[in-house]
């Protein structure tokens, strides 16, 4: 069974590693059995996973900040670790996912996907 997820990201730059992921929500959005779509029945705070991250570098666009509104300065501060909120994620995507296959949906897929990736491939055990 595919168990789907939507994600979101929002980030400081173009791109990871030189750049920071500042934040980041991932939803439950229902199973797929090969023949029908199952949406979760009532979608509960248990059903989202949202966390606020440590910038990782100094380097930052202004740009990017303006888009997505989020104070850098305060995450310096405030921010959870991200090998804190990756290892989060991981768990709370296993306990949702259970014997399923976890699926990430995103627009743009290329963008979102490529921060957690990398972010689950540096920060995660």
């Known amino acids: 069974m595919d168990v789907y997820f939507s994600a979101d990201v929002e980030t400081d730059g173009p791109i990871p590693g030189p750049f920071s992921l500042l934040s980041f929500a991932l939803v439950f959005a229902g199973t797929f059995d090969g023949d029908f779509f199952q949406r979760p029945k009532p979608l509960s705070m248990e059903a989202t996973f949202y966390r606020e991250v440590r910038p990782i570098s100094e380097q930052f666009q202004s740009e990017a900040l303006e888009v997505n509104g989020l104070d850098r300065n305060r995450l310096l501060i405030e921010g959870q670790p991200p090998a804190t909120v990756m290892n989060a994620a991981a768990e709370w ?33």
């Open 93 to 125: 995507v296993r306990n949702i996912a259970g014997a399923g296959r976890p699926v990430l949906v995103a627009y743009p897929l290329s963008f979102d996907l490529s921060w957690l990736y990398w972010y689950f491939m540096q920060f995660s055990a």
